[in-house]
């Protein structure tokens, strides 16, 4: 017997978002219509480039729509109006959404007949918000996952549909982790769809207890407070990367630091100095213990070892880094 399929609508926009859409189409779920964010400048020439979404909808043949906004009353309700014509004229079964990076208003949420499912990247309602990854790693929690969510108007407080779980690893970035998290959604989004189409959904409410918000990304929260602890400062290297990359100060540059190994202080040291240096290895006091700096990137440089940077930038034990 055949797997009922759905007339499934998509908004979402970065890679996160392109796994579930592939999936979806691959399952054999029709998507007459995929949201997603204006074209952004990217790269060195910031030349105007379109999300990983629009890529993939313009390769299934998918049409596609762009608003800035979906807030009729907003600052632009023409763009809004001609979204919610084109939602309509989809007539879809569901909305699925996925790093979208818009707010949906109540008539989106109306729409579907099945509603909006969401693809959260944590175990609700621990890491509601805009950055569950890069918190979750942050935060030094031992697993985090996938959660589908039934959409309603707060901030990722709808009834949950699935749940699966994934451990975060003692090396992970936010990139190796986003990979593996996206991979899930994907299974679990065309798994939940299936239920959707089968009437098999079970909604359980979100718990109470236990929330916390992943605020959103801010490049002013990069540069290293070596006051920290260095078990705190490594996972948020870990967790900044690939954005914004944590950085500290070194001879008038701002130095990326895209790796580091927590080491044992012995003897007190004013955080943010030297201890050790040998030109293969950097070391550095920070409010407890010592970090082991291992790949840095000068500004207009690549990622490289430590010990190609001390080749140009020479440190001795006692410096200050910023």
């Not at 759905?6 to 996160?16: I, Q, Y």
């Not at 392109?18 to 990217?42: K, M, N």
């Not at 699966?164 to 992970?172: C, F, K, S």
């Not at 996206?182 to 079970?202: C, K, W």
Request: glycine fraction near 10%; charged fraction near 20%.
């Amino acid at each position: 017997m055949a797997t009922p399929t759905l007339r499934v609508a998509f908004a979402g926009t970065p890679e996160f978002a392109a796994a579930a859409l592939r999936a979806i189409h691959e399952a054999g779920h029709a998507v007459p219509l995929v949201l997603t964010q204006p074209d952004r400048p990217a790269g060195r020439g910031m030349k105007l480039t379109p999300s990983p979404v629009k890529q993939l909808a313009l390769e299934f043949g998918v049409p596609v729509v762009q608003p800035r906004s979906l807030r009729l009353d907003g600052k632009f309700p023409d763009e809004a109006a001609a979204a919610r014509a084109a939602l309509a004229a989809a007539q879809p079964d569901v909305l699925v959404v996925a790093a979208y990076g818009l707010i949906l208003p109540q008539w989106v949420l109306d729409l579907p007949r099945l509603g909006c499912l969401n693809i959260h990247g944590s175990l609700l309602p621990r890491w509601r918000g805009a950055a569950p990854i890069h918190r979750a790693i942050e935060a030094g929690d031992a697993g985090t996952g996938i959660t589908i969510m039934q959409m309603d108007a707060g901030l990722d407080t709808g009834d949950m549909l699935l749940v699966e779980h994934e451990p975060i690893l003692a090396d992970d970035t936010t990139g190796r982790l986003h990979d593996r998290l996206a991979a899930l959604g994907a299974r679990m989004i065309v798994r939940s769809l299936s239920d959707a189409a089968a009437g098999a959904l079970r909604p359980v409410r979100q718990p109470d207890e236990g929330v916390t918000y992943a605020h959103k990304i801010d490049k002013a929260e990069a540069a290293i407070d070596w006051t920290q602890p260095a078990e705190a400062i490594e996972r948020r290297v870990r967790a900044f990367d690939p954005f914004p990359g944590a950085t500290f100060q070194a001879g008038g540059e701002t130095v990326k630091l895209w790796r580091a190994q927590v080491e044992r202080l012995d003897d007190a040291a004013a955080p943010g100095s030297v201890i050790a240096v040998d030109g293969q290895q950097l070391v550095v006091a920070c409010g407890d213990g010592a970090l082991a700096l291992l790949d840095v990137q000068r500004p207009g440089g690549k990622r490289g070892p430590v010990a190609q940077w001390l080749q140009a930038h020479p440190v001795q034990r006692g410096d200050r880094l910023g």
